[in-house]
């Protein structure tokens, strides 16, 4: 109850309201706000957090439509943390929240639309219908929606399932409200073809730069003084196929940087990393890190496995312009020009892929090792099969064997090394009682909980594998 409650208020407290209706949303609802406004009045739709929709439905409401990036707890981090696959057998977050708001939902004669990254997860008409839910958008929504939603309103059938389609990048409406962590779009999809990915399936599109600024402003505005760019990879923005346009970053974050206060980034490939080092550079020094309120950029990357065999298999495209048997060296180094110029990686590695062996894990052992010295987090998720490689077997905690548990060792280890450091630099610019609060939670998990999880984790692994701490 009480990781409950530290989850609920401090990981993802409830978003600031006014009237009830939310001041902050996530960037994917914003977008479909956006598509709504264009044909609909502006009484006529309303974002609302989940905790507050009931007070929004009245005889008048027809349509909710909820955005949800893992609605089953399907996606890679629920299944290998939670739920009957993962580590912790508990229901996800996720899924318990979203069981919850429908249920909610169900009391009410309203048609309950799905949408978002994970809506894959309701293709299936069994589950949609026990759970009570109309119709799921899959895919991008902006020019879907709005059609769907006024069928909807008159009363006329529409399909169960209904698939997005591609927006072009003009044509990504422009968001009228402030997003939660000051996010914004700059791009859509990838094409670098990973089999076990979903935004491989479309194609890269960079938005014009007059709307992302037009965007920024509007979460400036709201008081998002930080931005944070959004994409597949950052360092793509504009990009000519996999050829970095480094003038084409400097001016967005240059331009960013006279109406916010600070930029940063969701996400960036060590690929781009390794290939233009001068762009990684130029964004240092554009938003001025290391400061005093941001000692860090932080983004999430994949280096998902150490095994050339397995990148050869599943994602040659992801080391282009470099070829598979260089990807450790290319990761290496970039996690070195990441150190160099202040940015901390959050990299994910994949465990589980359906022709992984041995070998291929304990490649991935001896990566971590050399990466021991740049500051960063490695988080091991548990394959997940979607994209391509829809109807393989997915992976579960059933499934490890002593050479996995020697893996997730090497990454708990490395994360409780950079750990404290990392929480002391974030939690700077937080008030002291809540810093000092969570610190100690940090010291506890460092100092009790970790030599209990290294136990574990040894006993698990003890098959003669030399184990590095
Ligand atoms: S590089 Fe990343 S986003 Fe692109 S296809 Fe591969 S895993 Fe997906």
Redesign the pocket.
Same mark, same amino acid.
């Given at each position: 109850m009480r990781i409950k409650l530290f989850f609920l208020n401090f990981i993802y407290p409830p978003v600031p309201t006014e009237n009830g209706v939310a001041k902050l949303a996530p960037c994917g609802t914003r977008k479909i706000e956006a598509a709504l406004l264009e044909h609909f009045k502006e009484n006529e739709v309303a974002v609302v957090p989940p905790d507050k929709i009931e007070k929004f439905i009245t005889k008048e409401t027809k349509v909710v439509g909820i955005t949800s990036n893992d609605p089953l707890g399907l996606g890679p981090a629920s299944t290998t943390f939670s739920g009957s696959k993962g580590f912790i057998k508990e229901e996800p977050y996720n899924a318990w929240k979203f069981r919850e708001l429908i249920e909610k939902l169900k009391r009410y004669d309203v048609k309950i639309v799905v949408g978002g990254a994970g809506a894959w997860q309701l293709d299936d008409a069994e589950v949609r219908r026990k759970l009570g839910i109309d119709v799921v958008v899959i895919g991008e929504g902006e020019k879907v929606v709005p059609e769907l939603f006024e069928k909807i309103i008159r009363g006329e059938e529409v399909p169960e399932v209904v698939h997005g389609e591609i927006v072009e990048p003009e044509e990504i409406p422009i968001i009228k409200g402030a997003t939660i962590g000051g996010i914004v779009e700059i791009a859509r999809g &990838?094409g670098? /073809? &990973?089999e076990f &990915?979903l935004? *491989?399936m479309r194609r890269l599109r960079s938005r014009p730069l007059e709307h992302i600024l037009k965007e920024v402003e509007v979460n400036v505005r709201s008081g998002n003084k930080f931005i944070t760019f959004h994409s597949?990879d950052v360092l793509r923005y504009k990009a000519e196929g996999i050829r970095i346009n480094r003038r084409a970053i400097v001016e967005l974050f240059e331009s960013t940087m006279k109406i916010a206060e600070s930029a940063g980034f969701s996400h960036f *490939?060590l690929t781009s990393v390794a290939s233009s080092p001068e762009t990684v550079a130029d964004i240092s020094d554009i938003v001025g890190v290391p400061n005093k309120k941001h000692r860090w950029l932080a983004g999430q990357t /994949?280096i998902e496995t150490g095994s050339v065999r397995l990148i050869e298999e599943y994602?040659p495209g992801?080391v282009k312009p470099f070829k598979p048997e260089e990807w450790p060296d290319i990761v290496e180094q970039a996690f070195g020009i990441c150190e160099d110029n202040s940015w901390v990686p959050c990299a994910t590695l994949i465990v589980g892929f359906p022709k992984e062996t041995e070998e291929d894990i304990l490649k991935t052992v001896e990566l971590i090792d050399r990466l021991k010295q740049y500051k960063s987090l490695i988080v091991p998720l548990f394959f997940v099969p979607i994209g391509r490689l829809e109807g393989e077997k997915g992976f579960s905690v059933d499934d490890m064997r002593s050479y996995h548990w020697e893996l997730m060792l090497s990454c708990w280890n490395h994360n409780m090394h950079w750990l404290k450091q990392l929480a002391e630099d974030y939690l700077a610019k937080m008030p002291r009682v809540s810093r000092k609060f969570i610190m100690k939670f940090i010291d506890w998990i460092i100092n009790k909980a970790s030599s209990r999880v290294v136990e574990y984790m040894e006993e698990l692994g003890g098959s003669g594998y030399i184990i590095s701490k």
């Open positions: &990838c670098r /073809g &990973c &990915c935004p *491989t597949e *490939t /994949g994602m992801k």
